[in-house]
């Protein structure tokens, strides 16, 4: 019998599942995306460069952030902009705010009640009101550093090629501080709950993608490298991943030329890289007790954890930095239009995100290319959902049904990303 | 016990909140109030809210219905109508919903130039106009901007649940801006349509020194032309059209 889910309900955009089981044999399973086109790639075309970020974080309401940042990472490297270092480490802070955030509001209230048994998350809060307190306040942390640092956390309005059109005060910087140091004994606390969450056991050996970066656990920049031994500039990412566009299908997969389906967010980039993590998020990790290569994607969710308390670390880092030094030097300068194509990667909360535009002379884009990580790591999440579903023979369907709720949510897949 | 809590739940007015193809920022804009928008959905019987929760909507009729984003798809619009039908009220949330937003410049571009820029084989796969919610049902109350307010919604929104239909002042987005002290955009000849927008959103661009591009649509005074001729010395014909076109303004030139 097949296990058909109509509605995927908490997940970031609209999608159904399918899985087909024949005589017992599960033989496919498939995301059945519901969301229409927005075409912002072919939006763009024609359009001046100026106006790119602006639309294209309009992608994703939940990761705008990174949109802005990494068509803006784009532009810059078409046209030769060189930008100050206040400006790279405010733009880092806008994405530490964006990942807190984001993962905050995945970690509890899109996955932690399938955990847990409960079916909707008014009783969740009401059950661990606590808790709730405590990542209401995490998040606010997170947004609080989009909205001082970009003028508002949903669709953020300062940052722009060349820099910021206006910049935090010293007096803002050191409120931030005040409040990183506070969310970070919350998210301490946070941690220590959810390393009591008892998660699924199950294990498919995984290529793992992500930036790396020497020295630093990598999201603003790096080549990009896997566990499978992949270590390539940015600038061959389209080399060795494709996207495939299958008949009738709106999102355009991605197929990796080491072969097979592959894994990006953050279970992929512990995996690579947690020897670089902060010292708080480090010992933590520790704590949980897993071992690496860790395969399990249920895992996602508690690494979400893990990198909530390195970012909150990591902006009370980076934010004591900035107070000593001239924000001024982040206002956007005067720079020369020219013709040249660019490409931009950073890891966005659930992978790494890709941008590549062509500029015409008089600053017209001519072409753009963006690759979310849910249309990465789409392939990968169906392929685990046959596996896992197989191991799963005594349930009913009503119970199995269940599980791959829980498991398609564990990847926090983004529709409306993936389909753009 | 249980009677008399059935009774509470009864007398809360019954809620859903409904999202079509759009990037949910609106959605978003809400879940971000933090505990403000807890408190707001213990005061009203959440009846459909996907972000929330598993439990299949049993039906049956609503108070205020609200919606979200673009009625693209077939199942976008069928979801639509039948909001409409079950709910007193139907409040839109947005840009998307109310005016086209982003997804709309496809309309003012060439045929199927843009889809062909995106998918190889364009063949079954539906790319109709993009139309505002406006044009399948009837709307009660429009929530502005890209993303909405959430202040706005938490001022407006205990009057909807009262069964009353608010206004918004016809202010311009420059009251908002002058009491915060914000030096003008375009005495600095910086473009900013804010003269003829509808305020509410705190300016919150020109706070940032974005220069309004009319996410919020024209206020009911405000007239598209008038602003046309400011802004001429600050920029080419083509310039101020690609503008309106961003939230779709230039449904009114």
Known sequence: ?420 | MKSKLKLKLKLKPKIAIVSLTSCEGCQFTLFDLGEKFLDLMNKVNMVDFRLFEDEKDKGGKLDIGIVEGSPLTKENIKTLLKLRKRSKLLVVLGNCAAMGGVPEIKNYQQGKATIKQVYKHIQKISNPEIREVNNFVKVDFVFPGCPISGEEFLKYFPELLAGNIPTIPDQSVCIECRKKGNACLLLECKPCFGPIILGGCDAVCPTSRMGCQGCRGLRPSGNINTIHCVLKNMMTNQEFEDATEIYGLRDDL
């Open chain 1, 1 to 420: 019998m097949n296990i058909k889910i109509n509605h995927i309900a908490k997940i970031e955009g609209h999608a159904g599942f399918m899985a087909k089981v024949i005589n017992g044999d599960v033989k496919s399973a498939k995301l059945e995306v519901q969301e229409g086109i927005r075409l912002i790639e072919g939006i763009l075309v024609g359009r001046h460069f100026k106006d790119m970020p602006i639309i294209a974080q309009r992608i994703c309401g939940i990761c705008p952030v990174v949109h802005n940042l990494t068509s803006i990472q784009a532009i810059e490297k078409a046209l030769k902009i060189k930008v100050s270092v206040e400006t790279i480490n405010l733009r880092k802070l806008l994405e530490w705010g964006q990942i807190i955030h984001s993962h905050g509001l995945h970690l509890f209230f899109l996955s932690l009640a399938d955990f847990l048994d409960i079916e909707n998350d008014l009783i969740l809060t009401k059950k661990y009101p606590t808790e709730t307190k405590k990542i209401i306040q995490i998040r606010e942390f997170g947004l609080l550093l989009i909205k001082i640092i970009g003028g508002r956390a949903i669709h953020p309005l300062t940052n722009e090629p060349g820099g910021f059109k206006k910049v935090p005060t010293i007096f803002e910087i050191q409120e931030l501080i005040k409040k990183g140091k506070e969310t970070l004994s919350l998210a301490l606390e946070l941690g220590e709950f959810f390393s009591r969450i008892n998660v699924p056991t199950f294990s498919k050996i995984s290529e793992y993608v992500c930036l790396g970066k020497e020295g630093e656990y990598a999201i603003y920049n790096g080549d990009i490298i896997s566990n499978q031994g992949l270590h390539i500039p940015l600038e061959k990412f389209e080399n060795n991943f494709h996207e495939i566009q299958k008949p009738r299908e709106i999102i355009k997969r991605v197929q990796s030329d080491m072969g097979g389906s592959y894994m990006v967010g953050a279970i992929a980039r512990i995996n690579n890289q947690h020897d670089k993590l902060l010292p708080k998020a480090k010992k933590y990790l520790k704590e949980l007790g897993y071992k690496f290569p860790d395969y399990n994607p249920f895992h996602n969710v508690a690494y979400q954890m893990v990198e909530i308390i390195h970012f909150v670390e990591e902006s009370i880092r980076l934010l004591n930095t900035l107070v000593n030094s001239n924000l001024e030097n982040a206002l956007t300068k005067e720079y020369k239009i020219q013709e040249g194509s660019g490409v931009g990667a950073i890891e966005a909360p659930r992978g790494t995100l890709y941008y590549r535009v062509d500029i015409g002379l008089k600053g017209y884009v001519k072409k753009v290319n963006i690759i979310t990580p849910t249309a990465q790591f789409l392939s990968h999440l169906e392929d685990n959902a046959v596996i896992y579903l197989s191991q799963l023979p005594n349930l009913t369907n009503k119970q199995k049904e269940k599980k791959m709720r829980t498991l398609i949510r564990a990847y926090d897949p983004c529709v409306s990303c993936a389909v753009h």
